[in-house]
Structures are given as structure tokens and as C-alpha cells.
T-cell receptor, first 110, second 113 residues
Framework: GQQLNQSPQSMFIQEGEDVSMNCTSS?????WLWYKQEPGEGPVLLIA?????ELTSNGRLTAQFGITRKDSFLNISASIPSDVGIYFC??????????FGPGTRLSVLP | DAGVTQSPTHLIKTRGQQVTLRCSPI?????VSWYQQVLGQGPQFIFQ???????GRGNFPDRFSARQFPNYSSELNVNALLLGDSALYLC????????????FGQGTRLTVV
């Protein structure tokens, strides 16, 4: 079945640094979603991407839908302590569901 | 506006028992999907319902079943619980099917002992 890979698996950064993470697949997707999940909570939708090449921002977050439709990137600028969490990408290919990656765990050091 | 609500938030069951989890979608959303999230992994798709009909099923055994009611709320049932069913069960709400944005509830933490 379809699988997504996320890198890095985890990252430790200093407060104020910029963060980049990506998501890749062997399959083409028509929609990419990025979520953040904190312990004991459900995933919270950050950004939705619907078109190849699309670049979308949400505050300090910017995500891009890769032109091959097999990848997506999420950048966080000027990280703050509340950015800590697990970031998941999810892809949909007009199916009934989203396929999730294994997540990137972000830790922000003060 | 209320988001996706799930109940209960936590549940402890014994092996072999049955469990029912409930979900109320965002007002105006007609699609509900269920996901299982095992610790340390991303959510795995179980079911999707739209307009009270099953529109998709993931790779889960027949012990898992679900339904959607006329008010678009949904129930997930799991029979003959196994230790491996211990997970966070997430409900996602969408306006419709087909790749539209999905909004998750806080989940139900199920522990099977």
C-alpha cells in the first residue's frame, strides 16, 4: 500500500532557529495536509495543500506541495517553545482516507 | 463552534470485551473517519462514512465495525478486544469525501488489559 516517509525522525533545535522537515512518497498525491500533535491530544491541522507547486503560509509556518506530487515540505521560522510536538504529513489520492507519515518529533531548547 | 468531540476520553477494558466509541463531527460536516494511532506511529485509517454509508475501510479485522447516524455522528465498535487494540482512537470530520481537510477530535485512549 501507499507509504509516506518523513525526515528527519526527530530534531533538537535552539529557540529562534528555523526548522525544515519533509515528507516523501512513492505514490502521487492530490492533497497534502500537515498536522501537529501534542501529547494526549488529537492532531491539529496546520496547512492544507491542493495543487502541485503550491506554497502556503500560516503565520510562521510555510508548506509546499512538491511539483512531482510525491513530496511536501514544512518550514517553521523563528521557532518558539510551543512549537514542540510531533509533526505529521498526510496525503490523499482522491481515496477515502488520508495516509499518514510516521512523524517528525521536534524539540526546542531554550 | 464546537470542534469534533469524542467520548469517552479514556477507557480501560479487559481482553475479550467489546467497546463502543462515539464521535460528533463539526456542525455541517457529513463525513466521519476513524483512525487508530499506536504509540510512536502515525494514525492508521480504519473507516470512512459519508452520508451514513461506508465509503472506505482500512486493513483492520472484522472485529472492527462502525456506523453513522442521521445526525452524522458516528460510533466505532470493537469486539473481542485484544491487547494489541490498545491505542488512541481518533475521529476526523470533513465536509465531504475526496481529499478535503480533515479535522480531528482529541481521541479516545483505549487500554486493553
Amino acid at each position: 500500500g501507499q507509504q509516506l516517509n518523513q525526515s528527519p525522525q526527530s530534531m533538537f533545535i535552539q529557540e529562534g532557529e528555523d526548522v525544515s522537515m519533509n515528507c516523501t512518497s512513492s505514490s502521487i498525491f492530490n492533497t497534502w495536509l500537515w498536522y501537529k500533535q501534542e501529547p494526549g491530544e488529537g492532531p491539529v491541522l496546520l496547512i492544507a495543500l491542493y495543487k502541485a507547486g503550491e506554497l502556503t503560509s500560516n503565520g510562521r509556518l510555510t508548506a509546499q506541495f512538491g511539483i512531482t506530487r510525491k513530496d511536501s515540505f514544512l518550514n517553521i521560522s523563528a521557532s518558539i517553545p510551543s512549537d514542540v510536538g510531533i509533526y505529521f504529513c498526510a496525503g490523499d489520492n482522491y481515496g477515502q482516507n488520508f495516509v499518514f507519515g510516521p512523524g517528525t518529533r521536534l524539540s526546542v531548547l531554550p | 463552534d464546537a470542534g469534533v468531540t469524542q467520548s469517552p476520553t479514556h477507557l480501560i477494558k479487559t481482553r475479550g470485551q467489546q467497546v463502543t466509541l462515539r464521535c460528533s463531527p463539526i456542525s455541517g460536516h457529513k463525513s466521519v473517519s476513524w483512525y487508530q494511532q499506536v504509540l510512536g506511529q502515525g494514525p492508521q485509517f480504519i473507516f470512512q462514512y459519508y452520508e451514513k454509508e461506508e465509503r472506505g475501510r482500512g486493513n483492520f479485522p472484522d472485529r472492527f465495525s462502525a456506523r453513522q447516524f442521521p445526525n452524522y455522528s458516528s460510533e466505532l465498535n470493537v469486539n473481542a478486544l485484544l491487547l494489541g487494540d490498545s491505542a488512541l482512537y481518533l475521529c476526523a470530520s470533513s465536509v465531504m469525501t475526496g481529499g478535503t481537510e480533515a479535522f480531528f477530535g482529541q481521541g479516545t485512549r483505549l487500554t486493553v488489559v
